[in-house]
């Protein structure tokens, strides 16, 4: 074995290395621009989908694949397509559940007349527009669908959330009254949402392979807030009833359904698994608590001390004791200090709770992923530069006393610049990233992962000035390498100061030193060239034309038009010069020492790029199971572990 080959062989072995092994192998793969992005949008801030094409394009029969498609269909209003998916899962809580939520985001009510549901009240609710109310049958099969949960999860509060929606919507009152007795009495919340992101998580790790990036896990966490919002709104409904069933005199009736009412959301708040589900519960059990009766400003009640929360007559504390009603005053006055307790849920959780990992873990992963998508998008450039700059330095070559290479240096270079640039992107993104997002607890982790590993964050698209930025750092190091070894060849003193000043200055008579003028005309030259070719091109085709004419983008022909152009006038410019003694001999220098170091830079990043994947490798792994155990456990109990709740 040749010892100038020594270090190719280094880096073919760690290339061969990291696609023999599948974990190390995938990471590769996705480490440039991730495949398929879960979260990829369009234009217009759409999500594209492409993800879940790709997924059902490569395991059609895959059951999980399917759930995650369905989970997808979140704004569907297809009536028959919602029906068939209902039909297909079977008796599958979880798809029950993801039917019902597209389903019922398509169903409109136009039940607004009510003291809590009219913004205009006490005067007429706003003008109903057209079509504002879906057809009965639509509602209909929404409640059949919605019951039928209620039978495969019988303590299951959530599905019956959905049935009072139906109910109350369609003002089958009396109907949901029964139903709002019976829910009352149960005890467990799943709106599968739990269920849903364990299963994102799998059919990531099916499309991607295993192990996820902190930024793919994140990217699998959703949150549903549509079911929420109609679970205020039924709130907002059954104390509706409860105001009317006070104003006439119904008292025992009114009571009874706001005390299921509070007991019914207790459940929502305590037994959610995500943060969102336990404060909307909060939120419910507190319109229960104020809105027994037409108060205008019933909402700076919850601003007061609890004292004279009781003691207002306007709640549900105060009219239980008007009537005599002790086992819901009992009830109230336990509830009421739990619910201010529970209230600093949000600010219990942090970051890395939601992730299972401390937050080391976390940047570090993401520093490697980082550091992976720089070299993998260097190294087109470096290898095409590389082999270029070889190949003219072997035809150029001869036996003058100049350095061999520059491979020391290029390697030097590449431990160096990489780390560099990772610093210097890391400062950019926290630069970038909203202030809010770092002082403050976001809702969900959907929030906090945006901000750092969303598609549209800088930790996710790779910046284009890593594509050629390396090589020509590389190159330009290479040249002034050049230049310090011409000067100190006729015995100049060298400080750093000087090195710097008189990099570009202009050679002397009899003297070998490296001129940067040439530089200066080259790229003058190479300009009037470009500018040549694009008009001629031009000329000859329809810009607009150019995709179906090539099949290239305007871009991407722009790009290797400006290299052909270039190295046209590369090569003619290195033929003129052959034969001038004083530009050959900076030509051969300039060549050795470029070649030399694009070759260290490739072996330098293919080894760090080796030891990156590798040395984190179990860490990746650890993450990934820590984030699915974090999810199994849910926001809700980490909280309550934390504030003893």
């Not at 190294?379 to 003058?400: E, H, K, Q, V, Y």
């Not at 990156?612 to 993450?623: I, K, Q």
Request: glycine share 6%; charged share 25%.
């Amino acid at each position: 074995m040749k010892r100038r080959f020594r270090p190719i062989y280094l880096a073919a072995l760690c290339w061969i290395l990291i696609a023999l092994f599948p974990s190390t192998r995938n990471q590769m793969i996705r480490a440039g621009n991730a495949p398929f992005s879960p979260t990829a949008v369009d234009a217009d801030g759409f999500t594209t989908g492409v993800f879940e094409r790709e997924a059902m394009r490569r395991f059609p029969d895959d059951r999980r694949v399917q759930l995650d498609a369905l989970a997808r269909e979140n704004n569907n209003t297809s009536t028959r397509k919602m029906e068939a998916a209902a039909r297909k899962f079977g008796d599958d809580a979880t798809a029950i559940s993801l039917v019902l939520r597209a389903y019922g985001n398509g169903l409109k009510s136009d039940r607004n007349e009510g003291p809590l549901s009219n913004p205009n009240f006490p005067r007429a609710a706003p003008k109903k527009l057209p079509g504002g109310t879906s057809p009965r049958a639509e509602w209909d099969r929404f409640i059949s669908l919605a019951r039928r949960g209620q039978k495969l999860e019988p303590n299951n509060t959530f599905f019956d959330w959905q049935v009072l929606y139906g109910l109350f919507a369609t003002r089958r009152d009396d109907e949901a009254r029964a139903v709002l007795k019976l829910a009352a009495r149960k005890t467990d919340f799943d709106d599968h949402s739990q269920d849903v992101m364990l299963n994102r998580l799998a059919v990531m790790r099916l499309v991607y392979g295993a192990p996820l990036s902190p930024r793919e896990n994140a990217q699998s966490w959703q949150s549903f807030f549509s079911e929420f919002s109609k679970s205020r709104q039924t709130a907002r409904w059954i104390m509706e009833g409860v105001i009317a069933d006070r104003g006439a005199n119904r008292h025992g009736r009114a009571l009874d359904a706001a005390f299921d009412l509070t007991k019914l959301a207790r459940v929502m708040r305590r037994e959610s698994h995500f943060l969102i589900g336990s404060l909307v519960g909060t939120a419910i059990q507190t319109i229960a608590m104020r809105s027994v009766n037409v108060v205008p400003n019933r909402s700076t009640l919850s601003k007061v001390p609890l004292s004279k929360f009781i003691a207002s007559p306007n709640t549900l504390h105060a009219y239980a004791k008007s009537q005599n009603r002790a086992d819901i005053t009992r009830f109230l006055d336990r509830e009421s200090p739990e619910i201010n307790r529970w209230r600093k849920l949000p600010l219990a959780l942090i970051d890395k709770d939601r992730m299972g990992n401390s937050t080391f873990s976390t940047l570090a992963l993401t520093a490697a992923e980082r550091l992976r998508a720089f070299v993998l998008r260097a190294l087109p450039s470096i290898l095409i530069l590389g082999a270029i700059f070889t190949l003219l330095s072997r035809r150029f070559r001869d036996d003058s006393g100049a350095p061999v290479g520059g491979f020391w240096r290029g390697a030097w270079a590449g431990a160096v610049l990489l780390p560099l640039a990772l610093v210097f992107d890391a400062v950019v993104v926290w630069r970038g990233t909203s202030p809010d997002s770092l002082v403050t607890i976001p809702g969900s982790l959907e929030e906090w992962a945006e901000s750092y590993f969303g598609d549209n964050g800088l930790l996710v698209a790779t910046p284009t000035w890593i594509t050629v930025g390396f090589a020509l750092a590389t190159v330009l190091l290479a040249a002034h390498a050049a230049v310090i070894w011409q000067k100190r060849q006729i015995g100049e003193s060298l400080p750093l100061k000087t090195r710097f000043k008189t990099v570009f200055d202009a050679p002397e008579d009899g003297l070998m030193r490296f001129d940067f003028g040439w530089i200066l005309g080259l790229a003058v030259r190479c300009t009037m060239w470009i500018v040549l070719l694009g008009a001629l091109a031009a000329f000859c085709f329809n810009p607009e034309n150019m995709r179906d004419t090539f099949g290239f983008e305007i871009g991407n022909a722009g790009a290797a038009l400006m290299g052909f152009a270039f190295s046209i006038s590369l090569i003619l410019h290195l033929e003129a010069w052959r034969n001038k003694p004083r530009r050959r001999a900076t030509l051969r220098l300039g060549l050795r020492l470029i070649s030399g170091s694009l070759l260290g830079f490739f072996v330098a990043s293919s080894v760090l790029f080796a030891l990156v994947s590798f040395a984190l490798l179990p860490l990746a792994f650890r993450f990934e199971r820590n984030f699915q155990s974090a999810i199994e456990r849910g926001e809700v109990k980490i909280a309550r572990a934390k504030l003893g709740l």
